[in-house]
């Protein structure tokens, strides 16, 4: 297959879009050209940490208009994967910033005060939260120990790519409570299939797993996850893949490009 049949993308965003605050070059023209070509779009993120609105306003100070409903964040999936797994109204304890918060509420869960290890919750649910403390990594892990609430995480990324370089991610936190509890949190995240398969509802009924991609700079859960599901895969070399891992990696994408407007200018190209 060619690029030619892809009508649809899934964008992710750190390291594809932007580093932190600092867009990639060219970030309008990209949509743009994706626009002009018919094709459209959604962003699946694994940062649970922004609410959809904070997204809507980031992109906009990027020049780039986008709708909410375009977002799939792993809050937003966290949400889905919870109502299958605990009763409405359960108690939940939430380790990460606001975003993963305001998709629990959202999806019918009692979000238990910030310091609460008092009152029983079904699960603590942690994320990526940048203001952590170890105050906070505490009460999650009494939550676990004292009243058997379960672990489950946003993702599982090790880092979160800065303007600075690489950070903890989510996945480094949670193996602080981890560790402390020996539990073994569950992932919602990419490279999960749940994510993907909430990303390509967001197209409607047009989007197959043979006209759809997924664009990501990480290998073991962009493109991990795009393979699992059966999806087409597309790395771009602009955020955490270096060209020496590719060859040493089991997971190979459909396509590499060294970044979006290269991306644009292939799509192009395919479709004449
Ligand atoms: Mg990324």
Redesign the pocket.
């Known amino acids: 297959m060619t690029l030619k049949q892809i009508k649809h993308l899934i964008l ?5 879009l932007w580093h932190g605050n600092r867009p990639v070059p060219g970030l309008p023209d990209f949509f743009e050209q994706l626009k002009s070509m018919g094709m459209s779009w959604a962003f699946a993120t694994n940062n649970s940490s922004k609410t959809l609105e904070q997204y809507v306003k980031k992109f906009a100070g990027m020049d780039v208009a986008i709708d909410p409903k375009q977002v799939m964040t792993s809050a937003v999936a966290t949400g889905f994967y919870m109502q299958d797994a605990f009763p409405a109204g359960a108690n939940v304890y939430v380790l990460g910033a606001d975003g993963l918060s305001e998709s629990m509420s959202k999806a019918g869960f009692n979000v238990l005060e910030r310091g609460d290890y008092e009152t029983p919750a079904a699960a603590v649910v942690a994320g990526l939260n940048p203001g952590v403390t170890y105050e906070d990594l505490s009460i999650a892990t009494l939550q676990v120990i004292n009243h058997g609430a379960k672990l489950i995480a946003s993702n599982a990324d090790s880092t979160y ?1 800065s303007e600075r370089g690489l950070l903890p991610g989510a996945g480094a936190l949670i193996s602080v409570i981890e560790t402390a509890t020996e539990q073994q949190a569950v992932v919602v995240g990419k490279p999960y299939p749940i994510m993907f398969q909430q990303a390509l509802k967001m197209f409607g009924d047009g989007a197959t797993l043979q006209n759809t991609a997924m664009v ?3 290998l073991n859960t ?1 493109i991990a996850g795009a393979v699992g599901v059966e999806m087409r895969s597309i790395l771009v070399m602009s ?2 893949t270096q060209p020496e891992d590719l060859p040493a990696s089991d997971v190979q994408p459909e396509f590499v490009f060294s970044g979006i407007l290269e991306l644009a200018a292939e799509l192009k190209k395919a479709k004449g």
């Open positions: 992710d965003m750190d390291g594809v790519p990501g700079d990480r962009d955020g955490i």
